[in-house]
């Protein structure tokens, strides 16, 4: 969260999230005031990336969109928002994702594929 923010808010941030925590590959750090809200865990490691997330924003030239391109929410991240803390505001409650790996095995693929 930028000083001046901080300031008119007067608090810091709660969590600082990146949007490769959630499948995204891009790294921008995003400060999180948590007012009756747990944490968003992470989902996933920066290790299991190659290559590397990307600071597209950070490496930004100047131009008239810059800022709002800036200020925009990684896709990754409002859907982890949602999943997280949506049911919070009486959505159903969030479902652990099977990740590609637990669903299919091998020769599996096969009968997953026609539904056997």
């Not at 499948?23 to 290559?51: C, H, M, N, V, W």
């Not at 925009?72 to 959505?91: C, E, F, K, N, P």
Request: avoid cysteine; aromatic fraction near 10%.
């Amino acid at each position: 969260m930028h000083e001046y923010a901080a300031g008119i808010i007067g608090h810091r941030a709660d969590q600082f999230v990146h949007p490769w925590w959630f499948g995204s590959p891009f790294q921008k750090a995003t400060g999180l005031r948590l007012i009756g809200l747990p944490p968003l865990p992470k989902e996933r490691e920066k290790s299991s990336y190659d290559p590397p997330p990307r600071q597209d924003v950070w490496l930004m030239g100047p131009s008239e969109e810059r800022e709002e391109m800036r200020s925009r929410t990684d896709l990754q991240v409002a859907r982890a928002m949602a999943q997280y803390w949506g049911h919070l505001a009486g959505a159903p409650a969030p479902r652990p994702q099977p990740r590609q790996s637990d669903l299919f095995h091998g020769d599996d693929l096969g009968s997953a594929a026609i539904g056997a």
